[in-house]
């Protein structure tokens, strides 16, 4: 059974960092596409970053947070992360995880974060404040 644990939220200041970790069981993370997505309070879901299968690992990043997080994928440990620096307060969100084996018709990255989608682990939250 897939299955996604979240970690790694919490309170930091702004130009801070924080890291969050998406752990897998049930599957291999290098043969899956994952994804990090965030959903600011009071409005809709975005996508953060997402990384392909381990076959390129090829990254992909909204532009809100392009150079200053980045996604990484342990195989070892099945986990993957999310590096998050220079926080600001629009960072603010719950922060979530997914996977999606990247078949047709949503083989890349970016695609899994253009569309959201993949089976979801639970959140995290994640406050940017002085």
């Known amino acids: 059974q897939l299955q996604l644990v979240v970690s790694g939220g919490g309170l930091v200041q702004p130009g801070g960092s924080l890291t969050l970790s998406c752990a897998a069981s049930g599957f291999s993370t290098a043969k899956y596409g994952i994804g990090w997505f965030r959903q600011p309070p009071g409005k809709e879901r975005e996508a953060v970053a997402c990384?392909?299968?381990?076959?390129?690992?090829?990254?992909y990043y909204s532009n809100s947070v392009k150079g200053r997080f980045t996604i990484s994928r342990d195989t070892a440990k099945n986990t993957v992360y999310l590096q998050m620096n220079s926080l600001k307060p629009e960072d603010t969100a719950v922060y979530s995880c997914?996977?999606?084996?990247?078949?047709?018709?949503?083989?890349?990255?970016?695609?899994?974060?253009?569309?959201?989608?993949?089976?979801w682990g639970q959140g995290t939250q994640v406050t940017v404040a002085s």
């Open positions: 997914a996977a999606d084996p990247l078949t047709s018709p949503i083989t890349t990255a970016q695609a899994m974060c253009d569309e959201g989608v993949g089976s």
């Open positions: 990384i392909s299968t381990a076959f390129d690992s090829i990254k």
